[in-house]
């Protein structure tokens, strides 16, 4: 497996600072595939001051210009799909075509909406005897995580760049081959020198330098709520804006008069696709008590179409999860499940592969808002369904817990859903199945964080205002 042995600072790889290493590991096969520098403080230091260089000039490119440039790496990105889906498949463990068409596709998608965005944004606007400016934020210090190597970065990236702002990216530790097919793309697209650079390393070495770097203006973070409390903190002590997707523990709610067997098929996908790695993931299924039993023996079904097996493989629909730490820690959540009570109807603790980080699909029913599988974010691939007295019980349970990132309604109309979406605590909610939108603000409510991705919302967390009286 290819890797480069340095940072992508400045327009060129360079040698770290540091002498550690992070070795990547193949979740399937526990095999050892490659290594990369853990950056150090002074790896940082120097990407943060590129950036800085690099800044006065970008900021002033036209906006034509930068959607241009916006433009020619989506098209690399596109160009080299494949390959980057074969990266993702061996380092986190996601099956092929999921990773073609989700970790590849919706970044590819992104990409081109802020094409289309840089172009087309209203930068400054008239208000009475005012201009207002849009200006850019300055210098970001992005860090994401491994669940969606590829989405995260360009999630940051395209909109950033859009808004006429340079980067330093620190990739989760565990994805960062990804991160280094994107920084390549970056540099074939010819986005100039200091604009983006890469450094790859620890959350509490590189993140915490990075988060904590006086060069840098705004911290833009996804990844755990704790992680997220603590860079809030550094970032606050600095009057540092900070940009925060966060944890989640979403409710699936199916209302009656819904139709239940569709509700509950997608449902069941929903947490089940990316090994249950997704932190906006329906991991609580809701439904009427009249027709719990019903939904537990459907639920109990649907699972049997996620076979687990080699990623690389055409029948595989669930993969491993992406180390050894999060294979004890999702086991050790199911096995608490059984613990306190709830009923396991498909799955279980024990895993169905000799090698490889893999989790049994698990269903649980006589799940009650109390446990610690309905509270907590367990980040595999684990349901709790859960019974309800009516629409105002449900409306509780869905909002019990610290969470608020996504959600979904599911009712014989579409008037009904929304009226109860409107009352969930969450920054988004599909109504009836509805699909995933690029162009739609992604964010949480309450301890799922702080700001907003994609789209124009996405764009504007990355300006400031200023305004000029006439």
Not at 95 to 105: C, D, I, K, M, R
Request: aromatic residues 6%; negative net charge.
């Amino acid at each position: 497996m290819k890797a480069h042995d340095g940072m992508y600072i400045d327009g060129a790889w360079r040698p770290s600072a540091g002498r550690d290493r992070i070795e990547v590991v193949n979740p399937a096969d526990e095999q050892v595939i490659a290594g990369v520098p853990a950056g150090a403080a002074e790896d940082v230091d120097a990407a943060v001051r590129a950036a800085r260089k690099a800044f006065p000039a970008w900021a002033a490119t036209p906006p034509v210009e930068r959607a241009a440039l916006i433009g020619a790496l989506r098209d690399v990105l596109l160009a080299r799909k494949g390959e980057i889906a074969e990266t993702i498949t061996d380092e986190l463990g996601s099956p092929l075509g999921f990773a073609t068409a989700v970790h590849v596709g919706a970044p590819i998608a992104v990409a081109s909406s802020y094409a289309e965005l840089a172009s087309s944004y209203a930068f400054e606007e008239r208000i009475g005897n005012s201009t207002v400016l849009l200006e850019p934020v300055g210098v970001v210090g992005a860090i994401t995580p491994w669940n969606y190597p590829l989405h995260q970065i360009v999630a940051k990236v395209a909109p950033a760049l859009a808004a006429g702002c340079t980067l330093v990216l620190k990739p989760a530790e565990g994805t960062p081959l990804t991160a280094q097919l994107f920084a390549e793309a970056v540099h074939e697209a010819g986005i100039p020198a200091g604009v983006f650079n890469l450094v790859t390393g620890t959350g509490p070495v590189a993140g915490q330098a990075l988060a904590a770097h006086e060069g840098v203006d705004l911290v833009s973070f996804t990844g755990s709520t704790a992680v997220g409390k603590q860079i809030g903190a550094t970032a606050g002590a600095a009057v540092k804006r900070v940009a925060l997707e966060l944890g989640g523990k979403s409710a699936n709610v199916i209302l009656p008069g819904a139709d239940l067997a569709k509700a509950v098929a997608v449902g069941v996908g929903h947490v089940m696709n990316n090994s249950g790695q997704s932190c906006n993931a329906l991991t609580r299924m809701l439904v009427h008590r009249d027709q719990y039993e019903e939904a537990v023996s459907l639920a109990a079904a649907a699972v049997a179409d996620y076979p687990t097996g080699d990623p690389r493989e055409a029948g595989t629909r669930v993969g491993p999860v992406v180390n050894a730490k999060q294979h004890e820690r999702v086991r050790g959540y199911i096995a608490r499940g059984v613990e306190e009570g709830a009923r396991l109807v498909a799955g279980g603790p024990d895993a169905p592969h000799a090698q490889g980080y893999f989790v049994a699909p698990t269903v649980f029913a006589d799940v009650t808002p109390d446990m610690t599988i309905a509270q907590e974010e367990i980040f595999g691939p684990v349901l709790s369904i859960l019974p309800y007295e009516d629409e105002e019980d449900a409306l509780r349970i869905a909002n019990g817990t610290v969470y608020g990132l996504g959600g979904a309604v599911w009712a014989e109309d579409e008037a009904t859903a929304v009226a109860f979406a409107r009352r969930m605590d969450t920054g988004q909610v599909d109504i009836n199945g509805g699909r995933f939108n690029v162009l739609a603000p992604f964010g949480g409510y309450k301890q799922s964080g702080v700001g907003r991705e994609l789209g124009p919302h996405g764009l504007a967390e990355y300006l400031q205002t200023k305004s000029l009286q006439f």
